[in-house]
């Protein structure tokens, strides 16, 4: 299979992460025969740097032109880095926001799964963890507070700043369904997140979510409030096996389940569209303080790319092949700091990438 692989390597340890990515994604394609090619693109604060805006059109085209994208992280440290001094529109965050709009990828899933060999850095009692987790944040992405209306004004000398809460049926719809699919292909349950008490947005979700749910009478629905499923996935996380929630709940959601999994830097995640095609990145950001030091962990962008090969070009088999090369380097001993543990062998990025690569034949 022939697969064209727009790569946007960004900032912070995003160029070491990616490149591991790419390492293993190399791999794979010679042990079963398929031909990759690979386009970089800048986005985020190395556009700005270069272009003075996050995202240029250029970019996006690459994007759309791409069968699937692969992304590390953008951004820098909020409080010194020059590119937040810059009108919020062309910091780097705006660069993602514009692109996962202009692709349209409304649908964001974030695996949080407990690794037996990590269970000793999850936070959690042990009575808790002992029952592991395997959960799927669906997370929509394109709609809510993110993309509402908003502004800063000052009323008789008073500063009030507006951000809006809008979402249609169709935007509900659409990721509702997708939910469904995906909780089908699981373990068949679908927890769908409001905050239904208080937001007329909420109330239309849940009542978006009932009537999906009437096409899978097969997948077990139930809501639950936001705050409370806040509370659960610390308190019971086994219960959970697709949560479905809107773009603010399911940002916070899923930093808060990655957390419980041990360490942010084992999550992947990809935003799809209504086709095969998807944006693939690590579920963590660009960790400025650790860039250049070969420190960072690469898992979760490789495990990201091992998502690209599922979603968007259905190669399982090959798929498969990086989840049991991550699962085996763990075996084995090999951690990177953000996850290491006593009696374990501490690996950089590089070699990280490396002892993954050797584990696919
Ligand atoms: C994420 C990030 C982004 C978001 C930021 C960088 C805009 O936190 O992908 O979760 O809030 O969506
Ligand atoms: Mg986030």
New binding site residues.
């Given amino acids: 299979m022939k697969c064209n692989i727009t790569c946007i390597p960004g900032d912070g340890i995003g160029p070491e992460i990616v490149a591991e990515a790419k390492k293993v994604l190399e791999k794979v394609a010679k042990v079963y025969g398929h031909e990759l090619q690979f386009k970089d693109i800048l986005m985020g604060g190395a556009s700005i740097d270069v272009h003075g805006i996050p995202l240029t059109d250029e970019a996006i085209a690459d994007c759309k032109a791409a069968d699937a994208v692969l992304m590390g992280s953008?951004?820098g440290n909020t409080s010194t880095s020059p590119w937040y001094q810059l009108p919020p529109e062309k910091r780097?965050?705006a660069g993602?926001?514009k692109l996962?709009k202009a692709l349209n990828l409304f649908a964001?899933l974030r695996p949080a799964y407990l690794y037996e060999e990590l269970a000793g850095a999850c936070p959690l009692k042990e009575e808790i963890s002992a029952a592991g987790f395997d959960m799927m944040i669906m997370?929509e992405?394109t709609g809510g507070l993110?993309f509402g209306e908003r502004k800063t004004v000052t009323e008789d000398g008073v500063r009030k700043a507006i951000d809006t809460l809008t979402y249609d049926e169709n935007e509900i719809r659409r990721i509702a369904i997708k939910g469904f699919d995906i909780a089908r292909k699981r373990r068949g349950k679908v927890t769908s997140v409001d905050k239904a008490n208080v937001l007329d947005s909420s109330r239309l979700w849940r009542a978006v979510v009932n009537e999906v749910a009437k096409d899978y009478p097969d997948v077990e629905l139930e809501h639950m409030l936001v705050d409370n499923c806040a509370m659960q996935l610390v308190k019971d996380p086994a219960q959970f096996d697709v949560i479905l929630t809107e773009?603010m709940f399911?940002?916070i959601l899923?930093?808060e389940a990655s957390m419980v999994t041990g360490s942010i830097g084992m999550l992947s995640?990809a935003s799809l569209n209504d086709s095969k095609f998807g944006l693939y990145?690590p579920?963590h950001?660009s960790a400025p303080d650790i860039a250049g030091q070969d420190i960072a962990n690469p898992i979760a962008t490789i495990l990201s790319a091992s998502m690209m090969l599922r979603y968007s070009f259905d190669l399982d088999k090959e798929a498969d092949a990086i989840d049991g090369a991550v699962k085996k380097v763990l075996q084995d001993g090999y951690r990177t700091i953000d996850i290491m543990s006593t009696g374990m062998k501490q690996v950089g990025c590089k070699e990280m990438g490396d002892l993954i690569v050797e584990r696919i034949s």
Avoid: A, K, T, V
Wanted: charged share 30%; net charge negative; aromatic share 4%.
């Fill in positions: 953008i951004g780097p965050e993602l926001l996962r964001n997370r992405l993110y773009n399911g940002d899923s930093d995640s990145e579920s950001g």
